[in-house]
């Protein structure tokens, strides 16, 4: 199985325009789909995110970030009361925004269940984004099911968190302590978060708590967002056993691209 992690998009239609010409068996955003400063405003991205999966061509697991809102009476249900076109309404009609995204091959926000891709089967569990240090803690039946659906099934399995565990090199001493201690408890296969932009740079783009491995792709902070023609991301080969990181290169240096084994 060959799946792509992303995360931090902020509503850039030519990474968006990217991904689509990128087929995996699965790909991963962990959260900040949309940007919460866009000057467009919330609705309009939104819009455009719902077209773009609805039309995405793939296995397709999708995470709330800190910019996406994806909470019950969010500011952004504010706008969308005013909204007169078809897709405002389908998007109303959910008590949160990214339930509207979902259909047969999307997992959208707070999901843990199995799904099928063209190289098999993987849990695949989405824990929403909470602030605080509790955050991960609010979801254990989310952790519970995925924990079950992979003893039974022997699939591997996926979580996405926004914010990435802390003490770690994905995650650096900002990141979030309650999901290192979920991890350990819970070992899942594979954690994909985002949110501490510049951590990859400083530490690296995966590290391991116990058996689980951890990734945090990063985004190039230093450059308007149009500058980059591609996000930053990580293809894992579970056949091969390594995760490649691809990413925007530091100021007056080539590209980035990294590999590891994960044996």
């Not at 866009?38 to 970030?65: N, R």
């Not at 509207?100 to 984004?129: N, W, Y």
């Not at 519970?144 to 996926?158: K, N, Q, S, V």
């Not at 450059?223 to 056993?241: M, S, Y």
Request: proline letters at 7%; glycine letters at 8%; hydrophobic letters at 40%.
């Amino acid at each position: 199985m060959k799946i792509l992690l992303l995360s931090d998009l902020h509503a850039n239609r030519t990474w968006y325009r990217w991904l689509s010409g990128h087929h995996a068996d699965l790909t991963a955003i962990a959260g900040d789909l949309i940007d919460g400063f866009h000057p467009e405003g919330l609705l309009p991205q939104i819009i455009a995110l719902k077209k773009w999966a609805d039309g995405f061509h793939g296995v397709l697991a999708l995470s709330s970030g800190n910019h996406d809102g994806n909470l019950e009476a969010a500011a952004v249900r504010r706008e969308l009361v005013a909204a007169e076109s078809d897709s405002a309404h389908v998007i109303l009609g959910q008590n949160r925004w990214m339930d509207a995204l979902e259909r047969p091959g999307v997992v959208t926000d707070r999901r843990s269940q199995l799904i099928g891709t063209p190289s098999g089967q993987i849990v695949v569990t989405t824990i929403p984004f909470y602030p605080g240090p509790q955050g991960p803690r609010f979801c254990n039946e989310l952790w519970e099911t995925g924990l079950h659906l992979r003893a039974t099934t022997g699939a591997p399995w996926l979580v996405l968190h926004h914010e990435p565990p802390a003490d770690t090199l994905v995650g650096g001493r900002t990141g979030d302590p309650a999901l290192f201690y979920k991890i350990r408890e819970c070992q899942p296969d594979f954690v994909l978060s985002g949110h501490i932009h510049s951590q990859p740079y400083e530490g690296n783009f995966a590290d391991r708590i116990d058996r689980t491995w951890c990734f945090n792709p990063g985004f190039p902070y230093y450059k308007k967002l149009a500058e980059a023609k591609k996000p930053n991301h990580i293809w894992i080969d579970t056949h091969a056993r390594t995760a490649t990181w691809h990413a925007a290169p530091l100021l007056g240096r080539e590209p980035i691209t990294k590999q590891i084994s994960l044996t």
